[in-house]
């Protein structure tokens, strides 16, 4: 049975390929590093970036001087981030997002992009995400529906159904999250310099604060 870790522990070699994931194309860091301006307040803020796979949303963080913390479940992925992230002072650890092993530290902003799906019970996931906040933190999801494989996404883990397979509505996710907030906003991302493409599914952020 191959498990999440190693499904993508198997996938860090190529995950940098997709535009979004490296942000090699000029033009596609740049659109992140815009969006991720308007959402991340102007710090030094301590920003915790859940699923961080290679480091790319958290390298762009860091050279706007805010303090990273990742968190990703496969030692390939932490081991290309640890080397993207070097001499910026983050901070990279091996664990699982949903419950990240951060011990008693406290966040300005707690990030996650692309992740929700692949956890198996993300309304506590959620709620861990927001316990890990100080007061006035901020919540940013970069989240999306998407169709694959006959409308879901493969389960690599044999007989594992997760309950937002295939990605999750923004209707979805912000009634999941109302209760555990206190203000949000849905920004919806159909811009393809983000992503390297057009694309035809649905693709938003949810900016929340508590």
């Given at each position: 049975m191959t498990t999440i870790a190693g499904f993508w522990d198997a996938a860090a070699g190529s995950f940098d390929d997709e535009a979004d994931h490296g942000l090699r194309d000029p033009e596609v860091r740049a659109a992140w590093a815009a969006r991720l301006?308007?959402?991340v307040p102007a710090g030094p803020l301590d920003v915790l970036d859940l699923g961080c796979g290679t480091g790319s949303l958290s390298l762009?963080?860091?050279a706007r001087g805010h303090r990273l913390t990742g968190v990703d479940l496969a030692p390939r992925m932490v081991e290309r981030a640890r080397a993207k992230l070097a001499g910026t002072g983050a901070v990279v650890l091996?664990?699982?997002?949903?419950?990240p092993p951060v011990g008693d530290s406290r966040?300005?902003?707690?990030?996650?992009?692309?992740?929700?799906w692949t956890i198996?019970?993300?309304?506590?996931?959620?709620?861990?995400?927001?316990?890990?906040?100080?007061?006035g933190g901020r919540l940013v999801l970069v989240e999306g529906r998407w169709q694959t494989s006959g409308g879901r996404q493969p389960s690599y883990v044999p007989g594992e159904e997760l309950p937002w397979m295939g990605g999750v509505t923004a209707?979805?996710?912000t009634t999941a999250l109302r209760p555990l907030v206190g203000t949000y906003q849905v920004h919806p991302l159909p811009d393809p310099a983000l992503w390297g493409k057009e694309i035809a599914d649905e693709r938003y952020a949810v900016v929340a604060e508590l």
């Amino acid at each position: 049975m191959t498990t999440i870790a190693g499904f993508w522990d198997a996938a860090a070699g190529s995950f940098d390929d997709e535009a979004d994931h490296g942000l090699r194309d000029p033009e596609v860091r740049a659109a992140w590093a815009a969006r991720l301006a308007e959402w991340v307040p102007a710090g030094p803020l301590d920003v915790l970036d859940l699923g961080c796979g290679t480091g790319s949303l958290s390298l762009l963080l860091a050279a706007r001087g805010h303090r990273l913390t990742g968190v990703d479940l496969a030692p390939r992925m932490v081991e290309r981030a640890r080397a993207k992230l070097a001499g910026t002072g983050a901070v990279v650890l091996t664990g699982d997002a949903a419950d990240p092993p951060v011990g008693d530290s406290r966040f300005d902003v707690v990030m996650a992009r692309h992740v929700l799906w692949t956890i198996p019970d993300p309304e506590a996931a959620l709620a861990r995400w927001v316990s890990l906040l100080r007061p006035g933190g901020r919540l940013v999801l970069v989240e999306g529906r998407w169709q694959t494989s006959g409308g879901r996404q493969p389960s690599y883990v044999p007989g594992e159904e997760l309950p937002w397979m295939g990605g999750v509505t923004a209707d979805t996710l912000t009634t999941a999250l109302r209760p555990l907030v206190g203000t949000y906003q849905v920004h919806p991302l159909p811009d393809p310099a983000l992503w390297g493409k057009e694309i035809a599914d649905e693709r938003y952020a949810v900016v929340a604060e508590l």
